[in-house]
């Protein structure tokens, strides 16, 4: 019989691979500038520190490090994850858990709540990869509105009331696509929502080091008086994606859902990858590194949006005060998947926004990432967009 016989799951049904990764292929051509991924740039990732780090932990615990390890974490570094959390963002939570990047903690906590046929609330856009994994999950996704000040809490008590999900899922902080911030009073309004209604917050957080201006702000997590928000964080954008080290944080009997099907996922987290953010943090390394890595985006992010700021009447575009994205929408009736096609030929790249909403269209949308591109490669690739911008409105 031919393997063409084969039928695969029906959770892949309506789940596409992932347009980023199909675009990576191409923003491996030689001279390409990418404004398409979330990578740190080069210069912020701390490859000196870390080989020392990693030859202390090896010299000092190396057998340990290299047997396996419990899922529920290397010890030392579960306790210094405590006292970051504790200390850092002002969290005292009753369980936590080492994942291989926060995007485990999404898939576990899916794992561990979705049935087939649940509903999730997604911010519309939302960051794709975890839009895919629910999918997969086969939940059906229902789009909360939001506005320049993040999801709007009106809405959302609607959809709670009307639709009775299992989960919300938000990244209040930088919000990848578009950068917004979900403001204070809405925070304490999503908790309040999730405790009166009984959903689950997936509050997804990867970037809220990453500020270069304006007051930070307290998670979500801070406002749950009855366990309902579960925290996602991670250090793959403040030290090494590379490392793949993450956590989620929060009940004690999610927490252990989790963990058990973390269990036949990949047993534990690599265990030199938490001892070398272990030393991370009890080194008191995180800090000065996070400024001065905040110091370049800052530069990196302002010279995009003064770029922005000189193309054409019409075109809209977010004004984050930390992360690594901005946002921009094109006059009605541009599409920014044509408009990828002709940058690629000029040798830029960039996402198209629709690919980042659960019901799609939005083609006059598009990502932009600056981290990862010098302040020479930023002027050409924009200068290019506005080019082609400007020749498709006129």
């Not at 591109?373 to 930023?378: C, K, M, N």
Request: with cysteine.
């Amino acid at each position: 019989m031919k393997l063409d016989s084969l039928s695969f799951a029906r959770r892949f049904d309506h789940v596409s691979g992932s347009a980023i990764r199909e675009i990576f292929k191409v923003i491996a051509q030689p001279g390409m500038i990418s404004f398409a991924g979330g990578n740190p740039s080069l210069s912020a990732l701390p490859d000196e520190q870390v080989a020392v780090l990693a030859q202390e932990a090896l010299s000092a615990s190396g057998k340990a490090l290299l047997q396996y390890g419990a899922t529920e974490g290397y010890p030392p570094f579960v306790e210094s994850l405590r006292g970051y959390l504790r200390e850092h963002l002002g969290l005292d939570v009753p369980a936590m858990l080492p994942v291989t990047g926060s995007t485990q903690a999404m898939d576990l906590l899916c794992k561990a709540l979705i049935n087939p046929g649940d509903r999730i609330v997604v911010e519309n856009p939302s960051f794709l990869g975890n839009l895919q994994c629910m999918k997969l999950y086969e939940a059906e996704l229902v789009p909360v509105r939001s506005d320049g000040d993040g999801l709007d809490p009106d809405h959302l008590e609607q959809l709670f009331r009307e639709v009775h999900p299992k989960m919300l899922y938000t990244i209040p902080t930088f919000q990848n696509p578009t950068g917004r911030t979900l403001s204070l009073e809405r925070r304490k309004r999503v908790a309040e929502l999730a405790n009166q209604y009984g959903v689950v917050v997936a509050e997804d957080d990867p970037y809220r080091d990453l500020r270069y201006r304006g007051t930070d702000l307290p998670p979500i997590k801070t406002f749950d008086k009855e366990g309902w928000v579960v925290f996602l964080g991670s250090f793959s954008k403040v030290i090494s994606p590379g490392l793949r080290v993450g956590y989620l944080a929060g009940d004690a009997g999610i927490v252990r859902k989790c963990t058990i099907g973390k269990q036949s996922s990949d047993v534990h987290t690599a265990n030199l990858n938490q001892a070398i953010v272990d030393l991370y943090l009890r080194k008191n390394l995180l800090p000065d590194h996070i400024r001065r890595i905040s110091s370049d985006y800052a530069l990196q992010c302002d010279r995009m949006l003064s770029h922005l700021a000189a193309f054409p009447d019409g075109v809209s575009y977010t004004k984050p005060e930390g992360g690594l994205f901005l946002w921009a929408e094109l006059p009605e009736g541009v599409s920014a998947v044509e408009l990828l096609k002709k940058a690629i030929e000029k040798k830029v790249a960039f996402v198209p926004g629709t690919h980042f909403f659960a019901d799609g269209g939005h083609e006059n949308t598009l990502r932009l990432n600056f981290s990862a591109s010098t302040p020479a490669q930023i002027d050409q690739g924009m200068d290019t967009l506005r080019s082609l911008i400007s020749g498709e409105l006129h």
